[in-house]
C-alpha cells in the first residue's frame, strides 16, 4: 500500500474524547468493523497494516485486533481489546468486546468505561425478525449500563442492500429496545467488509443518513456530573507536617474552599479549606479530577470514607441489577466482598426478586445466579454504603462483588432502589 | 472536566476569561488522562510492597513524575525497580540514578548478569537479546524482595497483546499472564486482591497513546535522557531498520557504518533498540513528528517484537511486563 495512505490526521487535542464498545454475536463482524475504522481514518501505521495488501475480499480486518495467537488460530476473539483513533473532530478509545458467550462478562467490562454501545448484526443472521440471544443479551447489558445503542447491521452488501431486510432488524431491535426502555438508539446499514457507511460513504441509494464515524462523532454524550452532587471517595489519606490531606478521584459534582461538606460514613459536617492537584492548590475541581482536600475542621475520615454534598444518604440494604461474571455460581448465605468507591466491605445477597431471561427477556422467578445471569436483587452491607442510584450518579450508584475466597470479581452491581 | 488553578483564577474571573477558558479546555484531554493515572496509583495503598519498574525511559519518567503528583506533598510509598539487562545505554542509566536521587526513593537494581552467573539465564550467545532474560531477573527481584505488586509504564496503544491487559493486571506465582482468565475490569472499581505467593502488575498508563506521553512531557517539561532528541550517531542499515553501533554491537562485515542525526523513540536493550532520523530537538518537536509518523513505535525500533507476530504474547506468558 502507499505509504501516504496511512498520514495520520491531526489528533484533535481540544475536542471531546468517546470511548465506545463494541458488541454482537459471534462472527457478525465486529473485528472487521473496527478494522475497517482503523484502516479507513488512517490511523494504521504502515507495520500494522503489512499483509493488508490485496483487494477488498482478500483482505482480513478481523487480523487486526484479534491479537492473540490463541485467537487466530480459533476465529475468535477472547478478551476486551482498547484502540485509540481519531478524526478531525474527535477522538475515540474502542473498547473490543468479544461475542462468544462464556466471555460477554467482558462486555460488561467494556460496558462499563463506555459512553455509547455499537452492536453489530449481521443482517443474514436476523431471520423472521427475531435477533439471536446473544444480541439481546448485549443490547440488556447496554441498557443496564446506561449506553446510548448505535445498531451498525452489517453485510448489507451480502442482502443486496435491500432495505426490507434492513427494517426487519430495526423492527426486531426496536421491539427489543422497547422492553428493556432504551431511548437512545441510532441504525445504519454497513458493510465492514467494503468499507461502506463506516468512514466512507456508500451503500444504496434509500439510505442518505449520516455513516458510523459520523454517528460517533455526534452521539449524545454522558451528561455531564459537574453539576450533581459531590461525591470524593477517599483512597488515601496524606499528610503535610500536621496537615491531614484526603486524596481521591471526584465521582460527581464539584469541589472548592469553603464548600460546605459531609464526610462519610458518619454525615459529620465540615466544611473543604483546600483542594490541591498534583500538590498545587487550585480554586476549583470537578468530576474525574484526582484531587487531595483539606478540611478546616479535624474529622474522623479514612481510606473507604467519602467526602459528599450536605445532601448525601447512607444505606445497608438496597434493590440493585446485578450482571454475575464469576463461574463459580451464587451460593445462597455466602458473604462477598463488596466495593463502592474506595469502600470496600461484606455483602450478602438476600434475595433473587427475579432473573431476566434473555431468550425473551421476560422477568422469571430465579433462586440462583450464574456467570451471565443479568438479576434484580437485594443486597444487604455490613457497613453503610452511599445509598445513590446508579441512573443519577453512575460513579457510587455502581459496585462490584468479589469472592472472597476466590478473590474473582464475581458480580457487578447497579443501585436501583433503596430499602433502608 | 476542567480546574481552574489559583494562578489562572484572576484571569478567569477578569475580562480575559474567555481565553483561559480555551485553554483550559486544550487541557482537557491530558488532565483527564493524569487524573485517571493519579487514581490508579493511589490504590497501590492497599499492598505491603509495591514498586514502581523505572528503566529511566521516557515511559516510566512520565510515571515517576505521576507518582510524585498522586502522593504530593508525601513520598510515593513504594521503591523504584529496575532489571538492567547489562546492554544499556550509560546516558540512561545516569538518569535513572540521578531521578531516583532526587525523588528521594529507594532504587533497587537487579541486573540480567547476576541471574547468568547464577545459572538461572542461559544466552544463545554473547550480544543475544536479553529482553527475554529479563523476566526470570524480574521474579527472582520479586521473590528477593516481596514485591507483590509492580507498576509498570506499558501502554495499550504499544502493541496487540498489551491492547487485551487490565489495568490491574493478576499473575500468578510464575509472573504468568493468563489471558484467558482475566478478571472483569468495571468502572474503576478496582479488584486488588492476591493470594499468597500471587502479584499484580499495575498500567496507570493503559489508555495513553504515544502522542499523549510526548504531549504530558511538554506540558509538564519533564527531563529526558538526551538521547531521546536528535544527536549524531553512528548507524548502520540493517532489516530495514537503524541499527545503532556501540561496543556490544559492531557493524557485521559487509556493512557501511553511516553518522546520522537520529534519535530514540523507545531505550531499552542496546542489541534490540534502534533510533529514527530526526532532527527533533525537544518535546513538541517530537510531539509534531509522533503524530505524523507513519510506523508505530515498537515497530520501527523494536528487533524483538519483529522476531514474529506474537513475540510479546509469548514473552507476557512467562512474565514479562
Redesign the interface.
Given at each position: 500500500m502507499d505509504g501516504a495512505t496511512f498520514f495520520r490526521p491531526t489528533q484533535n487535542w481540544n475536542g471531546e474524547q468517546v470511548r465506545f464498545m463494541t458488541a454482537g454475536s459471534v462472527d457478525d463482524g465486529k473485528s472487521t468493523l473496527i478494522g475497517r475504522l482503523l484502516l479507513d481514518s488512517k490511523v494504521l501505521m504502515r507495520d500494522q497494516a503489512a499483509g493488508l495488501d490485496g483487494d477488498a475480499d482478500e483482505i482480513d480486518l478481523a487480523a487486526l485486533t484479534d491479537g492473540l495467537e490463541a485467537e487466530r488460530a480459533q476465529g475468535i476473539t477472547i478478551d476486551v481489546a482498547y484502540r485509540y483513533f481519531a478524526t478531525p473532530r474527535t477522538s475515540f478509545i474502542i473498547a473490543d468486546s468479544p461475542g462468544h458467550e462464556q466471555y460477554t462478562r467482558n462486555m460488561v467490562t467494556a460496558a462499563s468505561v463506555s459512553d455509547v454501545a455499537v452492536i453489530v448484526i449481521d443482517v443474514a443472521r436476523v431471520e423472521q425478525g427475531v435477533l439471536r440471544p446473544q444480541t439481546r443479551r448485549h443490547a440488556a447489558v447496554a441498557a443496564l449500563m446506561g449506553l446510548n445503542i448505535i445498531v451498525a447491521v452489517n453485510k448489507m452488501d451480502l442482502v443486496g442492500w435491500s432495505q426490507d431486510r434492513f427494517d426487519e432488524v430495526r423492527g426486531a431491535f426496536n421491539d427489543v429496545a422497547g422492553i428493556l426502555n432504551i431511548k437512545n438508539i441510532a441504525f445504519v446499514p454497513v458493510s465492514a467488509k467494503r468499507g461502506e457507511n463506516v468512514v466512507h460513504r456508500g451503500g444504496p441509494d434509500w439510505y442518505q443518513g449520516p455513516t458510523l464515524v459520523e454517528l460517533l462523532e455526534g452521539a449524545p454524550r454522558k451528561q455531564s456530573l459537574a453539576t450533581a452532587p459531590l461525591r470524593l471517595p477517599v483512597q488515601v489519606v496524606l499528610r503535610d507536617g500536621d496537615t491531614r490531606l484526603y486524596a481521591g478521584r471526584i465521582e460527581s459534582g464539584a469541589v472548592k474552599p469553603g464548600d460546605k461538606v459531609r464526610v462519610g460514613p458518619g454525615a459529620f459536617a465540615a466544611t473543604v479549606a483546600h483542594v490541591r492537584v498534583g500538590g498545587a492548590g487550585v480554586a476549583y475541581a470537578e468530576v474525574g479530577a484526582s484531587v487531595a482536600v483539606e478540611l478546616s475542621e479535624d474529622r474522623d475520615l479514612a481510606q473507604g470514607g467519602v467526602i459528599a454534598d450536605t445532601e448525601v444518604r447512607y444505606a445497608r440494604r438496597v434493590v440493585a441489577d446485578l450482571c454475575w461474571l464469576d463461574e463459580n455460581a451464587w451460593v445462597p448465605g455466602r458473604r462477598y466482598r463488596l466495593r463502592q468507591g474506595a469502600l470496600e466491605t461484606q455483602a450478602l445477597i438476600e434475595e433473587i426478586r427475579f432473573v431476566r431471561d434473555v431468550s425473551n427477556l421476560d422477568n422469571v422467578p430465579s433462586s440462583e445466579l450464574k456467570l451471565n445471569d443479568i438479576a434484580s436483587v437485594q443486597v444487604a452491607a455490613r457497613d453503610p454504603i452511599l445509598a445513590d442510584a446508579f441512573a443519577e450518579l453512575p460513579g457510587t450508584g455502581a459496585f462490584v462483588l468479589f469472592d472472597a475466597d476466590t478473590n474473582q470479581t464475581a458480580a457487578a452491581g447497579m443501585i436501583r432502589e433503596i430499602v433502608q | 472536566?476542567?480546574?481552574?488553578?489559583?494562578t489562572e483564577?484572576g484571569a478567569l474571573m477578569s475580562g480575559g476569561a474567555l481565553e483561559t477558558h480555551a485553554s483550559l479546555?486544550?487541557m482537557?484531554?491530558l488532565?483527564?488522562l493524569?487524573?485517571?493515572a493519579?487514581?490508579i496509583l493511589?490504590?497501590l495503598?492497599h499492598y505491603a510492597r509495591p514498586a514502581l519498574m523505572f528503566s529511566g525511559g521516557k515511559d516510566s519518567a512520565v510515571l515517576l513524575h505521576l507518582a510524585?503528583?498522586?502522593?504530593?506533598?508525601?513520598k510515593p510509598p513504594f521503591a523504584l525497580l529496575h532489571i538492567d539487562t547489562g546492554h544499556n545505554f550509560p546516558e540512561v542509566l545516569e538518569f535513572r540514578d540521578q531521578r531516583a536521587a532526587e525523588a528521594g526513593l529507594k532504587l533497587v537494581v537487579r541486573g540480567v548478569e547476576e541471574s547468568i552467573r547464577r545459572g538461572s539465564v542461559r544466552l544463545a550467545s554473547e550480544t543475544a537479546s536479553r529482553n527475554a532474560a529479563q523476566a526470570v531477573t524480574l521474579l527472582e527481584a520479586q521473590q528477593e524482595f516481596q514485591f507483590d505488586a509492580l507498576i509498570g509504564g506499558a501502554r495499550?496503544?504499544e502493541e496487540?497483546?498489551r491492547?487485551?491487559e487490565r489495568v490491574f493486571s493478576h499473575r500468578d506465582a510464575f509472573g504468568a499472564w493468563r489471558?484467558?482468565a482475566?478478571?472483569?475490569?468495571?468502572?474503576?472499581?478496582y479488584?486488588r486482591?492476591?493470594?499468597a505467593g500471587e502479584n499484580m502488575r499495575i498500567f496507570p498508563l493503559?489508555?495513553w497513546?504515544e502522542?499523549d506521553v510526548w504531549?504530558y512531557i511538554a506540558r509538564e517539561k519533564l527531563a529526558l535522557p538526551a538521547l531521546y532528541y536528535t544527536h549524531d550517531r553512528d548507524v548502520v542499515r540493517r532489516d530495514g531498520l537503524l541499527f545503532p553501533i556501540t561496543e556490544i554491537t559492531p557493524p557485521r562485515a559487509d556493512e557501511r557504518v553511516e553518522r546520522l542525526p537520529v534519535r530514540f523513540r523507545t531505550v531499552g536493550d542496546i542489541t534490540c533498540t534502534c533510533p529514527v532520523e530526526s532532527f527533533a530537538a525537544n518535546a513538541e518537536d517530537v510531539l509534531l513528528e509522533t503524530?505524523?509518523?507513519?510506523?508505530?513505535e515498537r515497530?520501527?525500533t523494536r528487533m524483538d517484537d519483529r522476531a514474529n507476530?506474537?513475540a510479546m504474547?509469548?514473552r507476557k506468558l512467562e512474565g514479562y511486563f
Open positions: - | 472536566m476542567r480546574l481552574a488553578y489559583d483564577r479546555a486544550a482537557a484531554r488532565d483527564r493524569e487524573a485517571e493519579v487514581y493511589r490504590e495503598t510524585l503528583k498522586a502522593f504530593a506533598p508525601a495499550r496503544d496487540k497483546a491492547a487485551k489471558p484467558r482475566q478478571r472483569p475490569e468495571l468502572w474503576g472499581l479488584n486482591h492476591l493470594a493503559s489508555n497513546t502522542a504531549a503524530l505524523t509518523a507513519s510506523v508505530s515497530g520501527a507476530a506474537a504474547e509469548r
